[in-house]
């Protein structure tokens, strides 16, 4: 198992401030030396009042510091207010480390309409910068979590130009999670000397095959973020959006990302399966994309994947459903490596089919039989646990 450790430069802290009930609600990622910084945030048109100011900040000035992260509340529809007190949270991090206001970036999650508890997290403030470490990764990682089971942290590490590089992800996120961002924050931090255009395009290029390529129930939130912070202290060379040691970066923010979009996955709300959607033969990466997102959406599949049922006429139909072109007599469909669908009609097997949707792990391919593009999307079932979960969520 990988070591996770911060890149050189970086402290983060996570304390109890009282927003939440008993665990840790707040967190702070900060770099010693301002970063050059690129971020996506939620296509959601309602967009809680931290992402709309991390929005405004990061058009004026790219260069951040820190990052402040609370839970158990997302400051968002609430108005002047809100924003007054997500710009207020930015500020008072700023005096407390020394540093510029607009190097100061907010985000929060939690339930969506109620004021923040200035007055807690304000209080807190000092405490959560005394904490800063370099050992505290578990701490931030606790504070910016809702209702995960477990702390999500990856790191990998690299040689560019002779110079070791790390990158290193911490995220959030088990409901409400869907392409095009989710219930989820997630802050990668690494130490590379990298280029702004290379910045956004390896970022991009990851969040397309992880963070956008998930989904638990179909649900966009409005604070969803990812933010990918580089400070320059590897010593490396200046990477740029090209050559071997752009490669070396994008292969290892990949699976940064990959598996942090897994563990949001397998950390689903009363999950107890996670599942691989792969679309095989597609035209386009778009169709592939857009068939495999109906697959792995539709509640049908999750409950016959909960039951263990290897229902293959509903993945079937969601595929018919998605919009995408195919010819259903030439459709292939395979179930945990039993071909249930050949040239459009069952195909009967030998193979012994009740071992299908009854591991922790399962494997739904479609082959298309249209062109040489695919696409996986990564999602869970849906259990009674989930319902229970979001039916009182507020209360």
């Not at 679309?279 to 959406?297: E, P, Q, R, T, Y």
């Amino acid at each position: 198992m990988k070591e996770n450790k911060l890149p050189k430069g970086f402290l983060v802290s996570g304390v109890y401030s009282g927003v939440k009930r008993k665990r840790k609600d707040l967190a702070l990622f900060y770099s010693e030396v301002p970063c050059k910084t690129a971020a996506i945030f939620t296509k959601n048109k309602v967009k809680a009042a931290p992402l709309v100011l991390a929005e405004r900040q990061l058009k004026k000035n790219n260069l951040v510091s820190a990052v402040i992260v609370n839970s158990g509340n997302a400051n968002c529809m609430t108005g002047a207010r809100g924003m007054r007190d997500a710009e207020r949270m930015a500020k008072e991090v700023a005096k407390a480390l020394g540093c510029a206001e607009d190097a100061v970036l907010v985000s929060s999650t939690g339930i969506i309409g109620k004021f923040m508890p200035m007055d807690k997290i304000v209080g807190s403030i000092g405490h959560l910068v005394k904490k800063l470490s370099r050992k505290a990764l578990n701490a931030a990682a606790e504070g910016i979590i809702t209702t995960d089971r477990f702390k999500k942290i990856v790191s990998r590490e690299f040689i560019a130009g002779g110079e070791k590089i790390t990158i290193t992800g911490v995220a959030k996120g088990a409901g409400m999670i869907e392409p095009d961002m989710a219930t989820m924050l997630c802050y990668i931090l690494t130490d590379a000397d990298i280029s702004r255009d290379a910045l956004k395009k390896a970022l991009s290029s990851a969040a397309a095959g992880s963070f956008n390529a998930i989904t638990v129930d179909g649900d966009m939130s409005t604070n969803d973020t990812v933010m990918l912070l580089a400070n320059a202290e590897a010593g490396n060379k200046t990477i740029k959006n090209n050559g071997a040691a752009f490669a070396a970066f994008q292969k290892k923010l990949n699976e940064v990302s990959k598996e942090l979009a897994k563990m949001v996955v397998r950390d689903g709300e009363g999950a107890t399966k996670f599942i691989e959607v792969k679309v095989l033969g597609a035209k386009s990466l778009k169709d592939a994309h857009k068939a495999a997102n109906a697959i792995a959406g539709s509640m049908l599949v999750k409950c016959a994947v909960l039951g263990g049922d290897p229902n293959w006429g509903r993945i079937a139909s969601s595929v018919g459903s998605s919009g995408v072109p195919f010819d259903p007599d030439k459709l292939e469909i395979v179930l945990d490596g039993v071909t249930f669908v050949k040239n459009g009609v069952f195909h009967p097997t030998r193979k012994k089919t009740d071992l299908v949707f009854k591991g922790n792990d399962v494997l739904i391919e479609v082959d298309l039989a249209r062109g040489k593009k695919h696409a996986s999307v990564f999602t869970c079932d849906i259990t009674k646990k989930y319902i229970e979960l979001n039916a009182h969520y507020t209360t």
